[in-house]
């Protein structure tokens, strides 16, 4: 006799097999159907028979109805449950019926539901013989080369200093002074009409790399017509300059493919396995 679960697991496994029906439906590009749980179905000899999944949908004109029995046994179903679900669609009639289990079946089963054309499944968190044959665990040795800035300068353009009357002479150069916060995205460099056509993270990003360590590098930008702001206010200059080292990060990252998966869906006739992941994508 069949270990059953209590009411609520009964529920909850019935739901979490609609879910995984769903999972399935979007993998495959259809969102318009509607699975329901738990509905009433009425029968021709005038009897309702309760459903746990059902579905039903057009194609090429004709409709398609599917019922799902759903049993959340901790052994394997017996051929009594199937024949009873096979009473319930012949009553119905005109649908297709999926007998789900937790357990799988026990012997005769197959034979019976192959020939009364009732798909058998499993659906369940996978066991260790379903990882055979598939990658499990991943090993990831990643290697990253970023630029650590360690410092910026930006060279004003004295003689447009001077014309403007913003300094004297070049020897008030070290009165221009630029915001301590260089380094955010927030200062950018202007073009002569003041739009922004750089920042100066972007101007980061641009800095040569050759994918090996390096210690004081130093780029410049030039500028033809730039200007970026100062404590003396918009400015025109030759060029933003950078002084960075490239380290080599390494790390190792392991990804265990059984974290993300919700369930399988085990076909009991062909034994093909379908891994849903908890992000509702199908492999």
């Known amino acids: 006799m069949e270990a059953e679960a209590t009411t609520n697991e009964n529920i909850e496994y019935e739901i979490f097999t609609k879910e995984i029906y769903e999972s399935l439906f979007r993998a495959d590009g259809i969102e318009n159907i509607d699975i329901q749980h738990n509905i009433k179905l009425a029968g021709r000899s005038g009897c309702m028979h ?7 949908f057009k194609l090429a004109g004709e409709t ?3 019922a799902l ?4 046994y901790n052994k394997e179903v017996s051929i009594a449950k199937v024949r009873d679900f096979f009473g319930v669609l012949y009553d ?15 012997s005769g089963v197959k034979l019976f539901a192959d020939y009364y054309a009732i798909s058998l499944k499993e659906v369940r968190f996978p066991e260790e013989e379903d990882w055979k044959g598939r990658l499990k665990t991943l090993h990831l040795n990643i290697h990253i080369m970023p630029r650590k800035i360690k410092g910026i300068y930006i060279e004003p353009d004295i003689d447009w200093l001077i014309e403007n009357k913003m ?8 009165k221009i002074t630029f915001p301590k916060n260089q380094l955010n995205s927030e200062v950018f460099v202007y073009n002569e009409g003041g739009s922004k056509i750089h920042s100066i993270i972007e101007l980061q990003e641009k800095l040569p790399h050759e994918y090996k360590e390096g210690k004081d590098l130093q780029h ?3 500028f033809d017509n730039a200007y970026v702001e100062s404590d003396l206010g918009r400015i025109k200059i030759k060029f933003v300059g950078f002084v ?11 990804l265990e493919a059984e974290e993300t998966v919700k369930a399988i869906i085990k076909d009991v006739k062909s034994g ?11 492999r």
């Open 92 to 106: 119905v009639g005109n649908i297709k019926g999926i007998f789900v289990s937790k357990k799988g079946f026990q």
């Open 272 to 282: 093909e396995i379908q891994f849903v992941n908890t992000d509702g994508s199908v």
């Open 220 to 222: 410049a930008f030039s």
């Open 244 to 254: 960075y080292d490239i380290e080599n990060v390494s790390s190792e990252l392991i």
């Open 69 to 72: 029995e759903c049993k959340n």
């Open 50 to 56: 309760q459903i746990d999944v059902y579905w039903e």
């Open 64 to 66: 398609h109805r599917v």
């Open 167 to 174: 300094i004297d002479s070049i020897n008030d150069k070290e």
